[in-house]
């Protein structure tokens, strides 16, 4: 077995663990964290099947992006609408046999990833080009994207112009999953495409690619209006209550 | 006086997001709070040693407390959405007023004390340790947010500057750097019962002077009564609205309204203040001893209701809070909601025909209206979403008859701050107020170009006062600005002869009227 093989093999182990267990932390983090007061953005809905409805809007269409800034709108929803196709479309070197939904995604998934390049090109030359952007932007805003834009850039060589054996490729993550390792094709574009998204999956926790599970979280969003209603005292708010009278 | 000399805005005929011009602003900074101020609060008098730690560790203290900050201060993208948003930006192009740049001031210390990469990389994701010239912008900087909340309404994940701006001012409270203005304010309250610090007997007396006004100009004898028990309505309402113009014609309207409908109420000398500046400070514990007033008076006058006189922020903490700081009001009549924003109610009574109007009463006027924006973004009125918009229109509409709303971007959820919210509503800030106000000025004069408009109405004390303040600086008047319930009084046409009959009479009479409409 290759050198090659045994180190991408040690290096997914390890991204897979940072990834899911420090994640896992911030999700319980946010979760266990109390929301002592009624804080969403109004006008927001009254019940709760209204604020499923308003965080889908969110989540699907950036209903507020939509309101801000409509190129940030388009170069983001464009990005990552891409994003999420062509990460479907890699189910199949997951999966075997691979689901029916995703065979059909497949010729998208394909396209997809000019789709998600453009809109990161979109988003990066904001950042250079508006001077509002550029201030508030640290060195590793920049990064971000680049290092998305190095991701797109291999997975869509390897799509259209240098192949791999993808064959092989599939044979290595389904013996990651068992534990029965074989070899990974060692082509040169492969190699660096997987560096980068290990290295992604490493950063995802302690970056700002936090939003993804923090926009769920978020009490401006995700709460139903109804404070007249009903109250919402925090666990450490109780012991001021009892300077209440009546 | 500690302001500088500086220059109005000019007014454009569109707005233009300006370019940045770093560091103008950083001169704007309120007067710090006293030793004995502070300390009456409960805070260090000045500057403790080891302020740096105390900041620190109250930082940590405060994520785990609250999970908007928590998550406001990992999820943001740098997507830059939200930098245009800001009255503040907008009015002084410093960049430390883009929303997002003012939460990267507290932000960066987060990072850099309890993040893994701002710890190992600072440079990198930018994070900065904490030091005195981060202290010094974090002073003046978070008082130059006013907690609008416009930049919640625009970002993706409803990022809302305003709570890191509150926790910022904890954070500053708890080292010793408190504002002079909201925590000597703050003190007053808990001793006397509103900002002011206006005793029991001199609000008596002014409430006895506004009897005699009305009944001098209506020939009605209106009442303004004070802790009367067994009244059904407690009101409380900001302590301007005792003396100030034009807040004091509106609380002359709320008189009238129940005056009309022989709802009987009473103010309280006790609660004598809507405003909770411990929403400013960030400070649960000073913003539940403030609601607590509230319902002591209710208890002790053995009120049915607690209605909420015209007041943006106290409107914020009032419908948003209330329940949640000094609930539950199991006490109070569970056939309306507690508590009532003046405008429900008197809407309420227009919808069942309670009140006789006369729209021509307002015919020397055409106006427009200005959300507030903590009833715009931070409460509600009526039970569906958006009735903070509607109520306040129908009310106005029933009572004049020249209406315009000014143009889209700038009312409604996206409305622009007056510029002297947030516990900023101090003169050592005039430079600040003054060109924060820029945005509100240019669709004022929108509408004041195309449509003739001549006032503006306002339903907040604090947009009241802010307003009668800079228009003089854009070319306006200072009487071009009104209350809501203003309007309201001037179009209330009273009956001379009602005095003498019993409220029985009175609401039997107003049954007619409705069943007759
Ligand atoms: C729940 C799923 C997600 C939602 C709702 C979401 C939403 C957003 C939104 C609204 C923005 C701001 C607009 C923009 O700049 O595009 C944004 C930015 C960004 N998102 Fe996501 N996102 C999600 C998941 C992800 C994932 C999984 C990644 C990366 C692997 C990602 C990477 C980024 C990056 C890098 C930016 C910043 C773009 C820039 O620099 O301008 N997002 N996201
Ligand atoms: C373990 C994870 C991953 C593996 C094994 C992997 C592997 C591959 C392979 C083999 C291809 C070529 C497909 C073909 O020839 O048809 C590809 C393409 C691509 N990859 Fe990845 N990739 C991974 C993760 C990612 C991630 C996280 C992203 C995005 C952030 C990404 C973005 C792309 C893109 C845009 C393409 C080109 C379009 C497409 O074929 O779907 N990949 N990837
Ligand atoms: S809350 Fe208002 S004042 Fe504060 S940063 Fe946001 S828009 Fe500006
Ligand atoms: S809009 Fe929200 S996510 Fe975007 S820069 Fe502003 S605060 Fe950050």
Redesign the interface.
């Known amino acids: 077995m290759s050198v090659i093989t045994i180190v991408f093999a040690v290096l997914f182990y390890v991204a897979t663990a940072i990834l899911l267990v420090f994640t896992a932390h911030?999700i319980w983090?946010?979760a266990k964290?109390?929301?002592?007061?009624?804080?969403p953005?109004?006008?927001?809905?009254?019940t709760r099947s209204?604020v499923v409805f308003r965080m889908i809007k969110?989540l699907t269409i950036?209903e507020?992006?939509f309101?801000?800034?409509k190129w940030?709108w388009l170069f983001?929803w464009m990005f990552h609408f891409g994003l999420l196709l062509v990460l479907l479309r890699h189910l199949r070197y997951f999966t075997d046999p691979v689901w029916g939904w995703v065979v059909f995604l497949q010729p998208f998934g394909k396209y997809a990833a000019f789709m998600m390049l453009a809109g990161l090109a979109g988003?990066w030359a904001?950042?250079i080009f508006?001077?509002?952007?550029r201030?508030?932007?640290?060195?590793?805003?920049h990064?971000m994207l680049l290092l998305l834009i190095a991701i797109g850039v291999t997975g869509a060589l390897m799509t259209f112009v240098e192949h791999t054996d993808i064959v092989a490729l599939k044979a290595f993550f389904l013996g990651l999953f068992v534990f029965n390792w074989s070899a990974l094709p060692p082509d040169p574009i492969l190699i660096v495409h997987l560096s980068l998204v290990i290295l992604l999956m490493v950063?995802f926790p302690?970056?700002?690619l936090?939003?993804a599970p923090?926009?769920f979280?978020?009490?401006?969003?995700n709460q139903v209006?109804n404070?007249?209603e009903?109250?919402?005292?925090?666990d450490?708010?109780t012991r001021?209550e009892s300077?209440?009278?009546? | 006086m500690a302001a500088a000399e500086f220059e109005t805005p000019k007014i454009r005929e569109y707005p233009i997001i300006p370019r940045l011009q770093e560091g103008v602003m950083a001169h704007s900074k309120p007067y710090v709070a006293k030793p004995d101020f502070q300390e009456k609060l409960g805070y260090p008098g000045e500057l403790v040693d080891n302020w740096k730690e105390v900041a620190i560790e109250k930082m940590g203290e405060l994520t785990g407390k609250y999970r908007s900050l928590q998550v406001f201060l990992d999820s943001c993208v740098k997507c830059g959405a939200c930098t245009d948003k800001c009255h503040y930006y907008l009015g002084t192009s410093d960049p430390k007023n883009m929303p997002v740049a003012r939460q990267d001031l507290f932000r960066k210390v987060y990072r850099r004390y309890y993040t893994l990469s701002g710890k190992l990389f600072p440079k990198l994701v930018g994070a900065e340790d904490l030091t005195e010239e981060v202290l010094d912008d974090w002073y003046s900087y978070f008082h130059q947010c006013s907690q609008c909340r416009r930049c919640s309404v625009y970002c993706p994940y409803g990022i809302d500057t305003a709570e890191i701006s509150m926790a910022a001012r904890e954070v500053m409270d708890a080292v010793g750097k408190g504002q002079k203005y909201c925590n000597e304010i703050i003190g007053k309250v808990h001793v006397i019962g509103n900002n002011l610090g206006l005793p029991e007997p001199a609000l008596a007396d002014t409430l006895e002077g506004l009897e005699e006004d009305v009944e001098e100009e209506t020939g009605v004898q209106v009442r303004f009564p004070l802790d009367e028990k067994g009244a059904e309505v407690l009101l409380v309402t900001p302590s301007a609205d005792f003396f100030a113009e034009p807040h004091i014609d509106g609380l002359i309207g709320y008189a009238k309204v129940f005056h009309q409908a022989g709802i009987s109420w009473t103010l309280s000398s006790y609660a004598s203040e809507a405003a909770n500046f411990g929403m400013f400070i960030g400070s649960y514990e000073n913003m539940q001893k403030l609601a607590l007033r509230i319902r002591q008076a209710a208890l002790d006058l053995g009120v049915k209701r607690i209605v909420f006189g015209e007041c943006g922020h106290a409107w914020r903490v009032a419908y948003s809070f209330l329940n949640t700081l000094a609930g539950p009001f199991d006490f109070l009549d569970p056939d309306y909601p507690v508590p009532q924003h003046i405008c429900e109610v008197t809407h309420g009574l227009i919808e069942q025909g309670k009140l006789t109007l006369d729209p021509s009463q307002n015919d020397d006027m055409v106006l427009t209206y200005h959300d507030s924006c903590n009833v715009a973004r931070a409460s509600r009125m009526g039970d569906r979403p958006g009735g903070q918009f509607e109520i306040p229109r129908e009310v106005i509409r029933s009572v004049c008859n020249h209406y315009v709303d000014m143009p889209s971007y700038s009312i409604g959820e996206g409305t622009y701050c007056c510029g002297g919210g947030g516990g900023l509503l101090t003169d050592d800030l005039i430079e600040l107020r003054v060109k924060g106000a820029l945005p509100r000025m240019e669709a004022l004069k929108n509408v004041v170009d195309d449509y003739g408009v001549t006032h503006m109405a306002a339903m907040c004390a604090i947009c009241k006062s802010q307003f009668s303040k800079v228009f003089p600086y854009y070319d306006f008047q200072m009487d071009q600005v009104v209350s809501v319930h203003q309007l309201v009084g001037n179009a209330i046409v009273l009956q001379p002869e009602e005095e003498n009959r019993s409220e029985a009479d009175q609401s039997e009479e107003a049954q007619d009227q409705a069943e007759a409409a």
């Open positions: 911030k983090q946010y964290t109390p929301a002592p007061l009624k804080i953005t109004t006008p927001a809905p009254t209204g969110e950036f507020s992006l309101k801000s800034s940030t983001g988003l904001r950042r508006v001077d509002r952007v201030y508030i932007s640290a060195p590793s805003d990064l950063i302690f970056s700002k936090l939003h923090g926009v979280f978020s009490p401006t969003r209006d404070p007249r009903r109250r919402h005292v925090a450490w708010a001021l300077t209440k009278t009546g």
